[in-house]
T-cell receptor, first 111, second 112 residues
Framework: LAKTTQPISMDSYEGQEVNITCSHN???????ITWYQQFPSQGPRFIIQ???TKVTNEVASLFIPADRKSSTLSLPRVSLSDTAVYYC????????????FGGGTRLMVKP | DTAVSQTPKYLVTQMGNDKSIKCEQN?????MYWYKQDSKKFLKIMFS???????INETVPNRFSPKSPDKAHLNLHINSLELGDSAVYFC???????????FGPGTRLTVL
């Protein structure tokens, strides 16, 4: 299972764009890149998933370079409610979808 | 409409006891999981289970055993509880072959 590396924490201010980068040097050909968000006392919640290039949904964008060894989650115009831990995961349909969560990035949004 | 639910939300017990945590999903998913989140917030997969296959994380002690009465339920039974078992346990589900997992609210287990 591919290992991921992401910053332990980040600070931002309301209204700013936040970019969280994740490294996954040993990503496999059939692995997708998925980001989850976790609020205190809640389970992780799916944000976005991609395989290559760029994916955008109503919540975030995901940028994946051609070599797929890293990815960047972009949160536009964050608000206080975006304060959470963000996890980057890589995995495919092998191994029973056993996802490996890293330590996550603790994002603190300040007023 | 709760997609993935767990009971109880909190569980406080003594060392050596046996306890179970229940999980139910109403999403029609084929695969269910158990994760453990420790005090440092690291989330670790324990089991992946569908109708055909149980995949166990090799680091999980055999005191932990998943039991699935049907596709919508995956309960976690823990024998001879130890202090180190104190953590938050999350259940999740997904469609087989899909990477998007839906998590329950968690069960905070405290072993005294």
């Amino acid at each position: 299972l591919a290992k991921t590396t992401q910053p332990i924490s980040m600070d931002s201010y309301e209204g700013q764009e936040v970019n969280i980068t994740c490294s996954h040097n040993n990503i496999a050909t059939n692995d997708y890149i998925t980001w989850y968000q976790q609020f205190p006392s809640q389970g992780p919640r799916f944000i976005i998933q991609g395989y290559k290039t760029k994916v955008t949904n109503e919540v975030a964008s995901l940028f994946i370079p051609a070599d797929r060894k890293s990815s960047t989650l972009s949160l536009p115009r964050v608000s206080l409610s975006d304060t959470a831990v963000y996890y980057c995961l890589v995995g495919g349909s092998n191994a029973g979808n056993m996802l490996t969560f890293g330590g996550g990035t603790r994002l603190m949004v300040k007023p | 409409d709760t997609a993935v639910s767990q009971t109880p939300k909190y569980l406080v017990t003594q060392m050596g006891n046996d306890k179970s945590i229940k999980c139910e999903q109403n999403l029609g998913h084929d695969t269910m999981y158990w994760y453990k989140q420790d005090s440092k917030k690291f989330l670790k997969i324990m089991f992946s289970y569908n109708n055909k296959e149980l995949i166990i994380n090799e680091t999980v002690p055999n005191r932990f055993s998943p039991k699935s009465p049907d596709k919508a339920h995956l309960n976690l039974h823990i024998n001879s509880l130890e202090l180190g078992d104190s953590a938050v346990y999350f259940c999740a589900s997904s469609q087989i072959g899909a990477d998007t997992q839906y998590f329950g609210p968690g069960t905070r287990l405290t072993v005294l």
